[in-house]
């Protein structure tokens, strides 16, 4: 069983930066693909940003590219996104998910609320 518990979610301006972090339990954290997703009030979750547990590439989706930044501390078990010049758009509650079989993301933390006002 994996846990995953988020936090740095808050309130910010348009163009200021956040820091999510999202703490996992288990021993082969380093062996897990880990990702960042977020869902917008009646919107689908979509995919933010992701990274392979054994190559460290990373992935974003086209909107956060340039700005969000995804990294990992394998001896802390944790996983951050570093959100810079963040837009009203961005504004969803992110969660952090975990991928330990190279297959699907099976575990999910319980989200971070980030809200961007204009």
């Known amino acids: 069983q994996v846990q995953l518990v988020e936090s740095g979610g808050g309130l910010v301006q348009a163009g200021g930066s956040l820091r999510l972090s999202c703490a996992a339990s288990g021993r082969t954290f380093r062996a897990y693909n880990m990702g960042w997703f977020r869902q917008a009030p009646g919107k689908e979750r979509e995919h933010v940003a992701s990274?392979?547990?054994?190559?460290?590439?990373?992935y974003y989706r086209d909107s956060v590219k340039g700005r969000f930044t995804i990294s990992r501390d394998n001896a802390k078990n944790t996983v951050y996104l570093q959100m810079n010049s963040l837009k009203p758009e961005d504004t969803a509650v992110y969660y952090c998910?975990?991928?330990?079989?190279?297959?699907?993301?099976?575990?999910w933390g319980q989200g971070t609320q980030v809200t961007v006002s204009s």
């Open positions: 998910a975990a991928d330990p079989f190279g297959g699907e993301y099976n575990y």
């Open positions: 990274i392979d547990w054994q190559t460290g590439s990373t």
